[in-house]
């Protein structure tokens, strides 16, 4: 007999509620809706990656564990390749978190507004999901925190700095406050970290059940090569190895990995520009009629104040100019997010929102 399937039916029942990750993308001229590097990879980098290219053994599977690769990572920052474990984007570092340390019966703890895809994941691995409100401020509160981690005894707490979409860094007592209390793992998300003052790396140590994720899709110009890596005790990042599937991490990825290590000095020359240009953005804003929020990352988020978060994003968009909406997440009503481009980006923006404003 032929029987026909219905979805409902097939898939999990806890999945079945849960939508997927989308950022809506839109055909403009001034694209500031997705934290990409403005600026592409410096000149001699293709070429570096092509020729890595040609000399693939295109027959072989590439280096299961990616150690040439862990060994370049940790070099940068004064760790083993024993500490280090590259993946396929930051979101699989966390996927893999999820599965190793979470999963069903284990609780994961997030302060919300944050990053979407930690809860996301977490439930998708079938973790029970437990978000505490930040501040007012958007800064995680100590006492809040510490009450809901002896309360629900999470197995992982997530704490992304500097947090998106906020874009503030948490302060280091704060982590440390975290990694005396919490009863499990505390897992640092720093994808903005160079753009901050402090990095979590400094208090990784063998004692201490933390873990920093890193990616190379900011501050490294390499958002299409979906690269990313954690960096932890060896205990730790040996668990996460069990998780990944075999050969997840193909040859041409890695060799673009090692080859992006080997232009720091540039890294570091756009990172500063971007700070600059950062400063400049935030003000401006300050002097038009929007509330802001100070910025650690590549980001500032704003409120306009007497014009709908949602109209002026469409305006903005009709003057060919993309910002991220976030006027409908929980606790960012009326807000929106820009991403720090080029100073021409970032001048077009606010001239654009200028004018939207005036009106």
């Not at 403005?38 to 693939?56: R, Y």
């Not at 720093?190 to 140590?205: H, I, N, P």
């Amino acid at each position: 007999m032929n029987r026909r399937h219905r979805v409902d039916d097939l898939v999990r029942p806890d999945l079945r509620a849960l939508r997927g990750y989308h950022s809506p993308q839109v055909d403009v001229e001034v694209r500031l809706n997705t934290n990409e590097s403005p600026l592409p990879p410096p000149d001699g980098f293709a070429d570096e990656v092509a020729k890595a290219v040609a000399d693939v053994e295109w027959h072989r599977y590439p280096d299961r564990s990616a150690w040439s690769l862990r060994e370049a990572i940790g070099s940068q920052h004064g760790v083993g390749p024993e500490q280090v474990l590259a993946a396929n984007g930051s979101n699989e570092v966390l996927q893999s978190i999820c599965l190793a340390f979470g999963g069903a019966g284990r609780t994961v703890l997030t302060f919300e507004p944050s990053y979407t895809m930690h809860g996301h994941i977490a439930r998708t691995t079938q973790g029970t999901v437990v978000e505490v409100e930040r501040g007012s401020d958007f800064r995680i509160d100590p006492t809040v925190a510490d009450e809901a981690m002896a309360r629900r005894r999470p197995a992982i707490v997530f704490v992304c700095s500097p947090n998106n979409p906020t874009g503030l860094a948490e302060d280091r007592q704060l982590v440390e406050c975290l990694l005396d209390r919490a009863p499990g793992l505390v897992v640092v998300d720093e994808a903005y970290a160079q753009f901050s003052s402090w990095t979590a790396l400094d208090l990784v140590a063998d004692h201490r059940p933390l873990l920093v994720t890193r990616t190379y899709s900011k501050t490294w110009a390499l958002a299409a090569a979906r690269l990313g890596y954690v960096i932890g005790p060896a205990d730790l990042v040996a668990e996460l190895d069990k998780v990944v599937l075999p050969y997840h991490l193909d040859t041409v990825t890695q060799a673009v990995g090692m080859a992006a290590l080997r232009y720091r000095r540039e890294m570091e020359q756009r990172v500063a520009l971007l700070v600059e240009e950062r400063g400049r953005l935030a003000a401006a804003l300050a002097d038009l009629d929007v509330d802001t929020w100070p910025s650690d990352a590549n980001f500032v988020l704003f409120r306009p104040r007497r014009v709908p978060g949602r109209k002026v994003w469409e305006a903005l968009v009709e003057r060919s100019v993309l910002v991220r909406d976030t006027s409908s997440w929980p606790r960012l009503e009326g807000c929106l997010r820009v991403t720090v481009g080029t100073a021409a980006e970032n001048t077009r923006f606010l001239a654009a929102l200028t004018e939207v404003l005036s009106q």
